[in-house]
C-alpha cells in the first residue's frame, strides 16, 4: 500500500510559479512511474507530467515548457515546478503512483491513461487569477 500526501497548492496570479510537492510512504518499491494529473470543475483528469523510478520525464504537449516534474528518491518526495501560470491552470492537482506502464509502453511514453495508476493521493488546490 502506499500514500501520497500533496500540498504546495494555493492562489497565485498569473505569470506565477507555484512548486507542488507530493511525499509518498508506505510500499513504494512497485511503482516505477509517479504522475501529476489534474481536473478541473466540469472537466475530465488529464495527466501534466511523468517521471520513472530511473529518472526520465514526460509532459503533457500543452504544458511542455512550464512544467518540470522532479523527484528525491532519499525523501520519498515528488515535485512539479509550473511556471508561468495561467488562469486555465486552474485545478485540483493530484499525485499519482503506478507500476511501469503506467509512464511506459513498448518503446515509448504510453498516454496519460488515469486507471492505470493504482494510488491516488487527495489532491492540492491551484487556483491562478488574472
Known amino acids: 500500500q502506499v500514500q501520497l500526501v500533496e500540498s504546495g497548492g494555493g492562489s497565485v496570479q498569473a505569470g506565477g510559479s507555484l512548486r507542488l510537492s507530493c511525499a509518498a510512504s508506505g510500499y513504494t518499491g512497485s511503482s516505477s512511474c509517479m504522475a501529476w494529473f489534474r481536473q478541473a470543475p466540469g472537466k475530465e483528469r488529464e495527466g501534466v507530467a511523468r517521471i520513472l523510478s530511473g529518472g526520465s520525464t514526460n509532459s503533457a504537449d500543452s504544458l511542455k515548457g512550464r512544467v518540470t516534474i522532479s523527484r528525491d528518491s532519499a525523501k520519498n518526495t515528488l515535485y512539479l515546478q509550473m511556471n508561468s501560470l495561467k488562469p486555465e491552470d486552474t485545478a485540483m492537482y493530484y499525485c499519482?503512483?503506478?507500476?511501469?506502464?503506467?509512464?511506459?509502453?513498448?518503446?515509448?511514453?504510453?498516454?496519460?491513461?488515469?486507471?492505470?495508476?493504482?494510488?491516488w493521493g487527495q489532491g492540492t488546490q491551484v487556483t491562478v487569477s488574472s
Open positions: 499519482a503512483a503506478g507500476p511501469f506502464s503506467a509512464c511506459y509502453a513498448g518503446l515509448h511514453w504510453a498516454p496519460f491513461i488515469s486507471t492505470q495508476f493504482n494510488y
